[in-house]
């Protein structure tokens, strides 16, 4: 049983490990991703039925290589936020294209770095089990 803890641990230690090296600021198909400030929402863009998800338009603002951008990125945003003064401030992860960092390819919820930080605590946790367990 221990032996069993001691292997799933490892699994998830190494799924945690490369996950976070792959997410934090590789090249991704023919994107980088970076950090960006939501500072402005526009939902000025109104339907007959109110304000949809696909009307909410984020400024963003983001470094790369030293240098600020502020872009207007016109698409929706994830569901999960669900009030738009929620939106105001939000750290965002961005993925630009590296030959136009104004180009934004996608952005996303925050949430994504955190499964991986997850798998990595908990294959620690199994295979420190796994040893107690085996003493």
Do not use: H
Not at 100 to 118: A, Q
């Amino acid at each position: 049983m221990s032996v069993i803890c001691i292997i799933a641990g490892g699994v998830l230690l190494c799924v945690g490990i490369f996950g976070l090296i792959i997410y934090s600021g590789q090249k991704t198909s023919q994107s980088y991703v970076t950090k960006a400030k939501i500072i402005k929402v526009d939902i000025s863009k109104k339907r007959s039925g109110g304000t949809t998800w696909e009307d909410i338009i984020p400024t963003l603002e983001y470094k790369v290589k030293g240098k600020r951008y502020k872009v207007k990125y016109d698409s929706s945003l994830s569901e999960s936020w669900k009030k738009e003064d929620t939106f105001v401030g939000k750290i965002i992860d961005i993925a630009y294209s590296p030959d136009d960092p104004t180009y934004i390819r996608s952005l996303s919820n925050e949430k994504g770095r955190g499964i991986y930080f997850v798998y990595f605590g908990s294959g620690l946790l199994f295979i420190v089990l796994g040893f107690i367990m085996n003493y």
